[in-house]
């Protein structure tokens, strides 16, 4: 039954081929190019939900299909000795892919949906559909692939589509600079991945998913740094702070918000950026029996996801406020993968999907009503003109401070509930992740009270054009909010009485790190859990309550004061560490322009030489000038002086002593005679002295 999986990827490559190809040729193209391109994910989702569904019914709860052999290279060199190097296009579902199936094609056409209304008017709107369209192409190879390569394909083309779709509106000059930020950014992550791949292959002779899991199955944790698993993970995991926004790759994010709205909500709050939690979550067997690479991870993450949250605090653009926030978040989904909590990472992928995506899409919905303003300080009382904004925004805000009922709540606490009972370094990143959670609480609602309370700070213009979002775009914001209101109910805890159903379903497909993570869960008493809780409850809570006091009326001298009080962290936090700034004089004007002028002189005056002149010096003029200048002459006075002057020499001296030697020659035989006698009386002559 599993022979239809080709056709849940294939189809939004088919609408991508239509749109590009036809649409963008169209006259009118709006009514075609919508028609594809919802069509095509719904037909993808709904393929989706019949994969899932199967999968879960099959035995070992999974279903594949191999569509051809796709590399069927020759024998290659590993640790066992020589193996047979051959790769299938194979895709699988499992679990863990259905979990991203289901997010990936769900909100996915939500977002498709909402965009045909956000850019209605875009002249390009059958490309940038098309683009979307290839985008759930790629992700969709990706979470479905069965193998290393088949996902390293889909890895890859995302980060095109990133590329493109950033860039989209590429007359803007900071958005054709995000687009390259963002692609250059990921090809080095991806560099450290490849490097994972190959690590993986030399040792196991195989880059197969089910292959790789039984190879780990049973095998010893490394308790050191240069074992070949731990050198892998920490490899494959440069690889996911590339692609997933994590210290110190995540720059690229932030910039990111040039692209359209749906961009935003599609690739970089749902999707994409947790391409690389999926494959950490995907490598568990890996992961196990590396601890320290474990140890990077939870550390790397939580460091991430304060440092992203400290710079939310302060941020004025919509857009920027919630991409730290997704930086922060993926730092939430990492901290949970670094203590073996790898279900509640992937539950927290989940929840975080929709409250995102809403969040995104309810701030589009704002700047479409603003006519393309993104500042917060420009905004304000907005609450009555933009009603299911509002409340649907509301409820993302909500969702993702941690307060309960809502989805972000029971993601987030059984994260911090699995680190603290990790022990060790978990214990660290509790304390870590409880302070980012006060801290998204409160940046959360900074923006929300700066959005639709208080009054309207903005131009007269831009309040007398004031409106509600069509249907087009309100219906998929109501959606959302369903699911950011009901999707955590699908890991109610055992403390709250519930069984946690998420990570139960994800079992199957995610090794347990024994002794930790989701196990030892369960070992330090509901009472414990419940008291930690009620802590980061009242942590989020104190958070919303600051952010009401500061932001909550239309009076904000008090926050205007307090900024003004730390003026020195106010501009640390608003001017983001001033990282860009240092990656830029670093990498960019050092590193690269720097390197390039450093190559640029190397190969002047060492390689070319001579200062690009042919004159005395090292290098290729350094040896074109000795070789003209010096060689050439010396060649030309050996020529000239030994080598002719030979020649003539012995030609002036044949040529004069001929006139000598013809004398000898003259034909007259009296001559010949003399010379004859003369000769005999010499010869005489000789021999009489001789025999004296």
């Known amino acids: 039954m599993s022979g239809y999986l080709f056709l849940i990827p294939l189809l939004p490559l088919l609408g991508f081929v239509l749109n590009f190809a036809v649409g963008t040729r169209l006259a009118k193209p709006k009514p075609f190019v919508t028609a594809v391109a919802w069509s095509t994910v719904a037909l993808s989702l709904l393929l989706s939900i019949f994969a899932v569904i199967e999968a879960a019914g099959s035995p070992g709860h999974q279903i594949g299909q191999v569509l051809f052999s796709w590399i ?98 590429y007359h803007k000059q900071s958005a054709a600079d995000a687009g390259k930020k963002a692609f250059i950014v990921n090809r080095v992550g991806d560099a450290f991945f490849l490097i994972g791949l190959f690590t993986l292959f030399v040792n196991f002779g195989s880059l197969d998913f089910a292959t790789l899991t039984a190879a780990l199955a049973g095998g010893h944790a490394e308790a050191g740094w240069d074992g070949p698993l731990t050198f892998a993970a920490l490899m494959l995991f440069l690889g996911a702070c590339g692609k997933s926004a994590q210290v110190p790759l995540y720059v ?172 060790g370094y978990g214990q660290l990143v509790w304390a870590v992740g409880l302070v980012t959670a006060g801290m998204t609480a409160f940046y959360m609602f900074r923006l929300y009270h700066l959005t639709f309370s208080g009054s309207f700070r903005g131009t007269h213009e831009q309040e007398h054009h004031l409106h509600e979002s069509p249907k087009v775009m309100t219906i998929p914001l109501a959606l959302l909010a369903v699911g950011a209101v009901t999707a955590g109910l ?30 030892a869960g369960h070992d ?61 004089k670093v990498f960019v004007r050092g590193v690269a322009l720097g390197g390039g002028h450093a190559l640029h002189g190397t190969d002047k005056l060492f390689v070319d030489g001579g200062g690009g002149e042919v004159k005395p010096g090292l290098g290729v003029n350094g040896l074109a000038w000795f070789t003209r200048d010096v060689i050439s002459k010396l060649s030309n006075l050996w020529d000239r002086y030994v080598v002719d002057g030979l020649v003539n020499l012995t030609g002036h001296a044949f040529d004069n002593g001929s006139y000598y030697a013809r004398h000898l020659q003259n034909g007259f035989v009296q001559h010949y005679i003399l010379y004859s006698a003369m000769g005999v009386l010499l010869l005489v002559g000789l021999t009489r002295l001789a025999t004296y």
Request: aromatic letters at 12%; a neutral charge; charged letters at 10%.
């Open 72 to 169: 069927p290279g020759g024998m290659a060199e590993t640790v066992a000795g020589p193996r047979p190097f051959a790769i299938d296009w194979a895709l699988r579902v499992d679990p863990l892919s259905s979990v991203m199936l289901m997010v990936v094609c769900g909100v996915g056409f939500l977002i498709h949906v909402y965009a045909a209304g956000y850019m209605a008017h875009d002249p390009g709107y059958a490309r940038f559909f098309s683009y979307l369209n290839l985008f759930m192409f790629s992700m969709l190879t990706l979470v479905m692939g069965a193998n290393f390569l088949v996902l390293f394909v889909g890895w890859e083309g995302v980060g095109l589509c990133s590329y493109l779709l950033i860039g989209f509106w």
């Open 252 to 423: 690229w994010l932030p910039d990111a918000m040039e692209g359209p709205t749906p961009v935003s909500a599609l690739i970089h709050a749902a999707t994409m950026v947790t391409a690389g939690v999926y494959m950490v979550a995907r490598s568990s067997a890996l992961y196990v029996l590396a601890p320290n690479a474990l140890l990077v991870v939870a550390l790397v993450g939580a460091f991430t996801a304060i440092f992203a949250a400290s710079i939310g605090l302060v941020q004025t653009d919509i857009k920027r406020v919630l991409a730290y926030s997704t930086v922060s978040q993926l730092g939430y989904m990492f901290l949970a993968c670094g203590v073996g909590a790898f279900s509640a990472g992937v539950f927290h992928l989940g929840t975080h999907a929709f409250f995102k995506a809403l969040l995104f899409l309810c701030a589009g919905s704002v700047i479409h009503a603003m006519s393309g303003e993104q500042e917060l300080p420009k905004m304000g009382g907005l609450r009555k003109k933009l009603p299911w904004t509002h409340a649907t925004m509301l409820i993302g805000c909500i969702a993702i401070a941690g307060i309960p009922p809502l989805a972000g709540f029971f993601s987030k606490d059984e994260i911090l509930w699995l680190a603290f009972s990790h022990g």
């Open 490 to 519: 699908l890991g109610i805890p055992a403390a709250l009485g519930g069984s946690n159903w998420i990570e139960h379903f994800l079992h199957p497909a995610i090794a347990s790190l024994g002794g930790h993570g989701a196990a």
């Open 524 to 584: 330090g008493g509901h009472g414990t859990e419940l008291l930690l809780m009620g802590v980061s409850i009242a942590v989020a809570a104190a958070g919303i309550g600051v952010a009401w006091m500061l932001y909550g009326g239309a009076d904000q001298s008090r926050a205007a004061g307090l900024a003004k009080t730390f003026a020195p962290a106010h501009r640390l936090l608003l001017n983001k560490y001033w990282v860009d700034e240092l990656y830029g």
